[in-house]
């Protein structure tokens, strides 16, 4: 019987590497041999492939967005640095002028940018022109999220969790590119002191737990912590901002109790920007949220988790109340309230986390609205009247624009692309950005209360890949 194999390729700059690698399983299938050059195979560094993760920068000049190569495309994932103000620049002149920038950046023979011809309001341009060159990192496979700690003077440090490995990597950022290797070539995979997979970083000893998730890093507590998807796990992470002496020093597992098929999660993560040390972690399996702080022992031993207070979602669910499947968490610029997205049922509940009497946060549901089913993360822009919460509603193409002052409710809803994976906000330029995971875009949405293309997508970085 004669086969037929057919090859296809979305990026119009990797044919190459696609065929190469198209022709390396031919040849296993046939029982014949491949050695491909390792940089056929390798990322390109200006093109999205399943975004997952993003992250802006505290002074919001650019953003971070990890790549989770999750048909093993190339040899590794990848974290890309996305030049904000560049951003701003395209979208300010398409907005007042209806200008389309110049360039053939992918060298293609085409213009970069053109309008999106079913939405008028929208340009669609390719992402090469968009980020920095040799600024980003090679990490491992299926990422997640992204953590920013804040180092001072403008210097970062990033945890990503990856689930191939699995590892939570970790890169500096110098204001320039992200450095994760001892290796000088800016190509190199970050080394294994850049991709935590031990506790204390020796193999001797136990590794991380399977399927670490979603990420909060603590810039005054020099910490990060990661949660763990299917056993109900956190890790903490010591990171010493002027020391490159970070690793994994705890791990707690059995936090939440197992569901009636026996299955145990911990899913979102997040800390009051008020920099109080408190960490509060969500599970897919329970309906009830741990807090944790962060131990340092006198004698200067490695810090280590100290469980605290914890409370039960209550005030959303079946007559009894009770919602389970914590997805994304966050809170309020303030550090007075928390943020939280619940797949059962499908809701944005809001926890008034403002310090009592005693100095305990209140931890009292205080509103919640119905959202869509198979939520994921949210972020939060605006101050004041303006507040606002935005939640990527995967399944559906959308985000959801919830108004939580005045009582909780959907103000809009916004289509995006497929697959809305992350949402991030870039607060002192009013933009929102979305990694749009089934077809490799970032929507870029106007959140200027002023602007008269608000909640809306303004700009598509990438080309959408067909369904």
């Given at each position: 019987m004669q086969a037929t194999y057919y090859v296809t390729t979305r990026s119009k700059r990797a044919p190459m590497r696609t065929l190469i690698a198209a022709t390396c399983v031919l040849g296993a299938?046939?029982?014949?041999?491949?050695?491909?050059?390792?940089?056929?195979?390798?990322?390109?560094?200006?093109?999205?492939?399943?975004?997952?993760?993003?992250?802006?920068?505290?002074?919001?000049?650019?953003?971070?967005v990890a790549n989770a190569n999750s048909e093993l495309r190339y040899d590794s994932g990848a974290v890309m640095v996305l030049d904000l103000a560049l951003v701003d620049s395209v979208i300010s002149d398409w907005v007042k002028n209806k200008a389309l920038p110049d360039g053939d950046d992918d060298g293609d023979g085409e213009a970069d940018c053109a309008q999106d011809p079913d939405r008028s309001e929208t340009l669609i341009c390719d992402e090469s022109r968009f980020f920095e060159e040799r600024a980003g990192v090679r990490i491992g496979?299926?990422?997640?999220?992204?953590?920013?700690?804040d180092r001072g003077n403008g210097a970062l440090r990033l945890f990503v969790p990856t689930r191939g490995d699995p590892s939570i990597a970790w890169a500096d950022w110098d204001g320039s590119r992200l450095a994760c290797s001892s290796n000088s070539d800016p190509d190199a995979l970050c080394d294994d002191n850049h991709r935590l997979s031990y506790l204390n970083n020796d193999s001797g000893q136990s590794s991380i737990p399977e399927e670490p998730?979603?990420?909060?890093?603590?810039?005054?507590?020099?910490?990060?912590?990661?949660?763990?998807?299917?056993?109900?796990?956190?890790?903490?992470?010591?990171s010493p901002k002027d020391s490159q002496d970070v690793g994994v020093t705890d791990v707690l597992t059995g936090i939440f109790a197992a569901d009636g098929n026996g299955l145990r999660?911990?899913?979102?993560?997040?800390g009051s920007p008020s920099g109080n040390g408190i960490v509060y972690v969500g599970s897919r399996t329970e309906d009830r949220i741990q807090t944790f702080t962060v131990g340092h022992p006198a004698n200067g031993a490695s810090p280590f988790l100290l469980p605290g207070e914890w409370f039960f979602l209550d005030g959303v669910g079946a007559n009894t109340g009770g919602s389970s499947d914590t997805r994304g968490m966050t809170f309020s610029p303030s550090g007075e309230r928390m943020?939280?997205?619940?797949?059962?049922?499908?809701s944005l509940q809001v926890y008034d986390e403002s310090l009592t009497a005693t100095g305990a946060p209140a931890n009292n549901a205080i509103g919640a609205t119905d959202i869509c089913r198979q939520a994921s993360t949210v972020a939060i822009s605006g101050v004041g009247a303006d507040e606002r919460a935005y939640i990527t509603c995967f399944q559906d193409g959308q985000l959801y624009v919830v108004n939580p002052r005045s009582g909780v409710y959907v103000e809009d809803i916004i289509l995006v692309g497929r697959g809305p994976y992350s949402v991030?906000?870039?607060r002192s330029r009013n933009k929102l950005f979305v990694?749009?995971?089934?077809?490799?875009?970032?929507?870029?949405?106007?959140?200027?209360?002023?602007?008269p293309t608000r909640n809306r997508v303004v700009l598509r970085i990438g080309t959408p890949k067909a369904p």
């Open positions: 299938v046939l029982g014949a041999g491949c050695t491909a050059d390792s940089s056929k195979v390798r990322p390109i560094e200006d093109e999205l492939f399943y975004p997952t993760g993003m992250a802006v920068a505290p002074d919001d000049s650019v953003a971070f496979n299926f990422a997640t999220d992204i953590g920013i700690q998730f979603n990420v909060y890093a603590d810039s005054k507590g020099e910490f990060a912590m990661v949660t763990h998807l299917t056993s109900g796990a956190v890790t903490l992470i010591n999660g911990a899913t979102g993560v997040t943020y939280l997205v619940n797949r059962r049922p499908p991030a906000t870039a990694t749009n995971f089934l077809e490799d875009t970032i929507a870029v949405i106007d959140i200027d209360p002023a602007s």
